[in-house]
């Protein structure tokens, strides 16, 4: 397998643009979890699908942030407009069980200038 | 100005040392927790995983130990290498009955020649 697969692995884009986050998670995993990680918070976690539904979404940091798992292989993250302050990079992960390890893509570094 | 940002602890160790690298939980309740390191540029990697009926589990040149008593979790490094350089996460599951997992905020382990 693959792996966790994120794109873009780079994304640089102007204030108040869309920008849209891909995830394609290990075949046959059913839990998929979007993280944050900066210098200052470290790795968060944003929101958690089981089953390609959102399960908990506390994390997510305002109502600029979306995120959708339409089927079992594909996730987004979606940052509407986005902000300076969301530079960071966005990991995917995903997982089969309950209470085992998450196994992370290699993630995206977005910078919103 | 100077940004102001997460100053990770370090461990600075030479090669063939064996290495602890610790790491405080916060939540009594949680029942796993995992190891990740993270390399330059690349997702958090399981090292290795122990659940709370343990107190310790070895693996291939790591040991994870758990003391639940004082929610404390280690990780040894036998005869660490240049390779080993890189950013130690420990993560608990939360106990939710769901997958999430809480990361701490990482040490940097340095590895001379």
């Known amino acids: 397998d693959a792996g966790v697969i994120q794109s873009p692995r780079h994304e640089v884009t102007e204030m108040g643009q869309e920008v849209t986050l891909r995830c394609k998670p290990i075949s046959g995993h059913n839990s998929l979890f979007w993280y944050r990680q900066t210098m200052m918070r470290g790795l968060e976690l944003l929101i958690y699908?089981?089953?390609?539904?959102?399960?908990?979404d506390s994390g997510m940091p305002e109502d600029r942030f979306s995120a959708k798992m339409p089927n079992a292989s594909f996730s987004t993250l979606k940052i509407q407009p986005s902000e300076p302050r969301d530079s960071a990079v966005y990991f995917c992960?995903?997982?089969?069980?309950?209470?085992?390890?998450?196994?992370f893509g290699q993630g995206t570094r977005l910078t919103v200038v | 100005g100077e940004s102001v940002g997460l100053h990770l602890p370090t461990l600075s160790v030479q090669e063939g040392d064996n290495s602890i690298i610790n790491c405080a939980y916060s939540?009594?309740?949680?029942?796993?927790f995992i190891w990740y390191k993270q390399e330059s540029g690349k997702g958090p990697q399981f090292i290795i995983d122990i659940r709370s009926n343990m107190d310790k589990r070895q693996g291939q040149r790591v040991t994870v130990l758990l003391n639940k008593t004082v929610k404390h979790l280690s990780l040894q490094i036998a005869a660490t290498q240049p390779g080993d350089s890189a950013v130690y996460f420990c993560a608990e599951n939360m106990g939710s009955g769901y997958s999430t997992l809480t990361f701490g905020k990482g040490t940097m382990l340095l590895v001379s020649p």
């Open positions: 992960a995903s997982n089969s069980d309950m209470n085992t390890e998450a196994f």
């Open positions: 699908f089981n089953n390609n539904v959102p399960i908990d």
């Open positions: 939540n009594s309740a949680s029942d796993y």
